[in-house]
């Protein structure tokens, strides 16, 4: 496996290396990066994505983190100092020196010319811009389509279905937001025990809140909305559960 890596620019390595590198439960790492997480920010911002991986079930998601070398070198030192721990800090370390020869041999390879490399600078920021004005356009086309299907599903509605969606949205399986196990249980899949972190991430960084609705097994537990599912996992909340009463 590759422990480091380059993420927009960055040379980060994935909390999974870390957890296969010490021999350790991807699990344990991540609860560490969580429990250390103020003082790895000191180094900069601690960046979360949702990674899918195979299963004898099938493909799940799983929350992981990408640290800098200050990070993952700050995290080992929480880790207990055994040889296997030891030996991948060695390792980890000679994986981010060797990176960052090499970017500094690809660096010297630039053009000289001052116009040349002006124009290769602004090259590279116009696909980068490209690539993330590619990415937001396609989550707000994704939200934007599932609101468009529960509008126009509200206006055809009658009174008593309107009725009925309104308390699917309240037992949090509906199609403006939904709890993860609703949505576990339509899709027949588990997202794991932290599956609700991603959709949280994007409602903070969003700003966008999550209602709290009634749960037999646990009191209260909160549904997410409609925007966070398409982002996160890709599921419209629409098409899922449709018109009231389709789904038990």
Excluded at 22 to 51: C, P, Q
Excluded at 74 to 91: G, P, S
Excluded at 102 to 122: G, Q, T, V
């Amino acid at each position: 496996m590759c422990l480091v890596v380059i993420k927009d620019g960055d040379a980060v390595t994935p909390t999974t290396a870390i957890a296969s590198g010490t021999e350790n439960e991807h699990a344990s790492v991540i609860a560490l990066v969580r429990k250390y997480h103020d003082d790895l920010w000191e180094f900069g911002r601690v960046r979360f994505e949702v990674d899918p991986f195979e299963t004898a079930g099938g493909v799940q998601t799983r929350e992981i983190a990408l640290l800098t070398e200050p990070q993952a070198t700050l995290l080992l030192t929480y880790m207990r100092n055994t040889e296997i721990v030891r030996a991948f800090k060695k390792k980890l370390v000679r994986e981010f020196w060797e990176l960052v020869q090499e970017r500094s041999r690809a660096k010297s390879s630039m053009p000289e010319n001052y116009i040349e490399a002006l124009e290769h600078l602004l090259a590279t920021k116009r696909s980068e811009q490209l690539a993330l004005e590619q990415r937001d356009h396609a989550i707000a086309t994704k939200a934007e389509i599932g609101s468009r299907r529960e509008a126009t599903a509200m206006a055809t509605a009658s009174a008593a279905v309107r009725k009925a969606m309104h308390l699917e949205n309240e037992l949090g399986r509906g199609c403006q937001h939904a709890t993860v196990t609703a949505v576990e249980k339509a899709v027949h899949r588990s997202f794991g025990g932290q599956g609700f972190r991603p959709l949280k991430n994007w409602c903070d960084s969003h700003g966008v809140a999550a209602p709290k609705v009634q749960d037999p097994r646990f009191g209260w537990v909160r549904s997410w909305p409609a925007a966070a599912w398409a982002a996160v996992y890709q599921i419209d909340l629409a098409e899922l559960f449709g018109t009231a009463g389709e789904h038990e």
